[in-house]
């Protein structure tokens, strides 16, 4: 049971983080890429924190019986401040998910060459049946699709650095983002905001992962983060032409023939179902928690509200979204340390 619940963790901090951002290649070139070789300075530096802090929110969130978000950020921030905490991750987690069902909409339509409303509402068919399950769904699917979307998309990032032909790591096009500028602060900022999501997914889930051997689930899984990022930040390198497009690991499979790059698309279509999935538990979580609607009509709301506006691209939420909800996150890293060597 123990290794179950080490596995399951593991692998849904993964599912929070490795978003379609993630795996398209897109976070990566934002936050590390455009660094050069310093940016994989700045993976190694994220790795790191992301085990160490994941295995304070972990243990505070037992010590405190966390059961949702906003009490954490209660305990956290105190009841004033938690409150807009609570607010802000609300809307992130609703940006968020908007983002990965519009991103799956471009997937059928540029890709497969399928209506953009086919993979919307296919999308959202499978989040939907996801939540119906719940927290052991959440855990369910996490636990199933990470670990193939994990290895081959780290298959396909290897592959490409080592047999691929064309790109020769030189004349790395830095790509301007005046939030972010210095590449140990990127790495910080990245670590910030997707903490935050991770934190929010775990306390979610309450009691579901506050078992014996969760809190080592979160160090391996920051451990696997770090090791995917670096692969995926070690192709973007090598192939400099790349870098600047829309959703560039899929460039990358390209490098090896069509069937690695179909294959790819497909992978990345899962990891936008599984983070979609997270951010969609946690803020049907939070609305279930206010008491004013059942589980199932807060679900139903939710669907509701993202299907008919499913058209943002996510390029844009990572460019300028992400890093200011970064900054907003500044606040959980060290108050999480705090307390969790305070006692």
Not at 9 to 33: D, H, K, L, N, R
Not at 101 to 122: D, M, Q, T, V
Not at 189 to 194: C, G, M, Q
Not at 259 to 282: E, K, R
Request: hydrophobic share 55%; charged share 10%.
């Amino acid at each position: 049971m123990k290794w179950k619940t080490t596995f399951q963790v593991a692998a849904t901090y993964v599912g929070a983080v490795m978003g379609a951002g993630f795996a398209s290649g897109q976070e990566i070139q934002q936050f590390f890429a455009r660094f050069g070789r310093w940016g994989l300075a700045g993976i190694i530096v994220s790795a790191v924190l992301f085990s160490l802090l994941g295995w304070g929110m972990l243990d505070l969130q037992r010590r405190w019986k966390i059961s949702s978000y906003p009490e954490f950020f209660n305990h956290l921030l105190g009841i004033r401040w938690g409150r807009w905490a609570d607010g802000l991750v609300s809307v992130l987690l609703f940006l968020g998910m908007l983002a990965m069902i519009s991103g799956c909409g471009a997937l059928f339509y540029e890709y497969f060459g399928f209506s953009r409303w086919l993979g919307i509402f296919l999308t959202g068919s499978v989040i939907a049946l996801a939540l119906w399950f719940r927290g052991e769904g959440v855990l369910w699917i996490n636990s199933v699709l990470i670990p193939l979307k994990f290895i081959f998309c780290l298959g396909i990032a290897t592959a490409a650095v080592f047999f691929a032909t064309s790109g020769d790591g030189e004349g790395i096009v830095v790509l301007s983002n005046p939030l972010v500028n210095n590449w140990a602060l990127s790495a910080i900022l990245y670590v910030s905001f997707n903490l935050t999501l991770a934190m929010v997914v775990f306390a979610s889930l309450g009691s579901d992962v506050q078992r014996s051997g969760a809190r080592l689930g979160a160090v391996l899984g920051g451990v696997a983060l770090g090791i995917f990022a670096f692969v995926i930040g070690a192709a973007l390198l090598r192939f400099p032409d790349i870098l600047g497009l829309e959703i560039p690991m899929v460039a990358v499979a390209g490098k090896l023939g069509d069937w690695p790059a179909f294959f790819y698309v497909v992978v990345l279509w899962l990891t936008m179902i599984t983070a979609a999935i997270g951010n969609g538990f946690s803020l049907v979580s939070r609305v279930v928690d206010t008491g004013k609607l059942s589980y199932g009509k807060a679900t139903l709301l939710l669907l509701l509200l993202l299907l008919p506006i499913a058209g943002v691209k996510f390029s844009h939420l990572v460019q300028f979204v992400y890093p200011l909800f970064g900054y907003l996150g500044l606040v959980f890293l060290p108050t999480i340390l705090y307390f969790w060597r305070r006692v």
